[in-house]
């Protein structure tokens, strides 16, 4: 069975500009979560997704925002980009949520 | 809230055991994971509890809860130079929800 797939792998964007992550799940799992990861702030939760609904929300501005399609493959899109968005982005499913949740490879986003 | 901490680095022998040590603030935790994390990749699972276990032992990796110090601790037996990696602890909180909070992560050194 695939894995988490994220694309792309890198990005570089510039200050003010938007980007769009994708992420498909491991066949069958509905519920995708994202998760950034930085030096300073480490690994933290963004927002989740299961059955086209955001199930649960992180501590982010309003700039990070996600969906999710029928087929259970999820986008997250940060908008106005700052040089602090500069991060691993991971995705991770389940199959419905409160189960193993099984990584990505991450985004790696640099934005200059 | 919900905390969960870890030291910074261990450094260990090839062939030695490793221990590394995760407390978390909130008891309510329903399962707890090690993560592992190499350079460049995403987060590969390696075990997981339940918080009514006290124990799990999967080949070399032993995970040790102690509920009332809410400390969770990962063992490796016989730790190879591929162990070197960085490890982290993560908590969720039950419900039908993915959200995990991680911990620092703690950087395993494996000398030859």
């Known amino acids: 069975k695939a894995g988490v797939t994220q694309t792309p792998r890198y990005l570089i964007k510039t200050r003010g500009q938007q980007v769009t992550l994708s992420c498909s799940p491991i066949?069958?799992?509905?519920?995708v979560s994202w998760y950034q990861q930085t030096p300073g702030q480490g690994l933290q939760f963004l927002f989740e997704y299961f059955s086209e609904t955001q199930r649960n929300k992180g501590n982010f501005p309003g700039r990070f925002s996600g969906r999710q399609f029928s087929n259970s493959r999820s986008e997250m899109n940060v908008s106005t980009l700052e040089l602090g968005d500069s991060a691993l982005y991971l995705c991770a499913s389940s199959l419905t949520g409160g189960e193993t949740q099984y990584f990505g490879p991450g985004t790696r986003l640099l934005v200059l | 809230g919900e905390d969960v901490e870890q030291s910074l680095f261990l450094s260990v022998r090839e062939g030695d055991s490793s221990v590394i040590n995760c407390t978390y603030t909130?008891?309510?935790?329903?399962?707890l994971y090690w993560y592992k994390q190499e350079p460049g990749a995403g987060l590969q699972l390696l075990t997981y509890i339940f918080s009514n276990m006290d124990m799990k032992q999967d080949q070399r990796l032993t995970v040790l809860l102690n509920k009332k110090d809410k400390h969770l601790s990962l063992r490796i037996a016989d730790t190879q130079t591929g162990d070197s990696a960085i490890y982290f602890c993560?908590?969720?909180?039950?419900?039908?929800?993915?959200?995990?909070?991680f911990g620092t992560g703690t950087l395993l050194a494996v000398q030859p």
């Open positions: 993560a908590v969720s909180y039950g419900g039908a929800t993915n959200k995990l909070i």
């Open positions: 909130d008891s309510s935790s329903t399962y």
């Open positions: 066949s069958g799992h509905r519920s």
